[in-house]
């Protein structure tokens, strides 16, 4: 059985191995001693096959492993943490299963678990600032070939995701939008309208910082594609990146990697407009670029 996202079940497998190596011992040696067949060590081990939190205090307990912190971490990665309801538990997003590709079902638990996101948007407004209707406009026009029933249950999902950004202890959200974003028209008149008034109210929340990387900024480095970085409770050694492709999503999760692109975010968020010119900048937009299509 899988528990959590396979970028976690990676990190988990690993650093168990890492300890049972540690502790000078085989797969088989620690399997012995937690009562297990070895074949169940290795698929954890390997990412194949996540874990429980019961299960990793066996192995580290045979491992001889007292580091409370290293303990918590490890839990958390197999998704026993209080965001994610308990470990073994499904999300909300299980109920549409069917529906949402493992890559989605991936992204959906780490942005419920994650405390922080930082998010670099070049073309479409990012989906925890969706509007339904820009959600549906957006979902039609990528997944045309979607009934209509599918379409309006992606557009369930989308905005309730949004429910990270509200809550006694919500996501902590810095999105960085190119202005592309704010003119490009999706959907029929007032769609556009109604979305940039939304993005202004969501930018009034304590938690939620929003810039806007202006046309006038000339080239810059987000022009290689949108990304966003998860950051998580426990330590920086849960973040992750992820990066959307047509048909697919790349996880990266090396501390090189995450570097990389905490670097390029600071950059783009140097370059971009404050937060109080920002939104400005997009009431300005949607006074003249959608002036006469609200409803």
């Not at 040696?29 to 996540?50: C, D, F, L, M």
């Not at 509200?166 to 309208?193: C, F, K, Q, T």
């Not at 050694?237 to 501390?255: A, F, N």
Request: aromatic share 6%; net charge neutral.
């Amino acid at each position: 059985m899988r528990y959590g996202p396979a970028v976690r079940r990676r990190k988990l497998g690993a650093e168990l191995r890492r300890q049972r190596t540690l502790a000078g011992l085989t797969s088989g040696e620690a399997a012995r001693r937690v009562g297990w067949h070895q074949s169940k060590v290795s698929r954890i081990e390997t990412g194949r096959s996540g874990a429980r939190p019961a299960d990793v205090e066996l192995l580290l307990d045979a491992y001889g492993v007292r580091d409370a912190e290293l303990h918590a971490l490890l839990a958390a990665l197999c998704g026993s943490g209080a965001q994610n309801g308990g470990a073994g538990r499904h999300g909300w997003w299980h109920t549409y299963r069917d529906l949402l590709p493992p890559e989605y079902r991936d992204f959906i638990s780490l942005e419920y678990g994650a405390s922080r996101a930082r998010t670099l948007e070049t073309t479409v407004v990012p989906g925890l600032l969706q509007t339904p209707d820009y959600a549906r406009a957006v979902t039609r026009a990528t997944l045309s070939d979607l009934p209509v029933k599918q379409v309006e249950e992606l557009v369930e999902v989308r905005i309730a995701r949004q429910d990270v950004l509200r809550g006694e202890d919500p996501l902590e959200l810095w999105a960085v939008l190119d202005e592309a974003v704010l003119r490009r028209e999706v959907g029929p008149p007032g769609v556009m309208a109604a979305q940039l008034r939304h993005i202004l109210d969501v930018g009034q929340l304590p938690h939620v910082r929003l810039q806007v990387l202006p046309f006038a900024s000339g080239v810059h480095i987000g022009i290689t594609g949108p990304f966003v970085v998860f950051s998580f409770p426990l330590t920086s050694d849960l973040d992750v990146v992820v990066l959307d492709h047509l048909t697919s999503s790349l996880y990266l999760e090396q501390k090189e990697d995450l570097r990389a692109y905490s670097d390029a975010f600071d950059t783009l968020r140097g370059h971009a407009l404050s937060c109080e010119k920002s939104a400005q900048f997009i009431a300005r937009i949607a006074a003249t670029s959608w002036a006469g299509t609200g409803v």
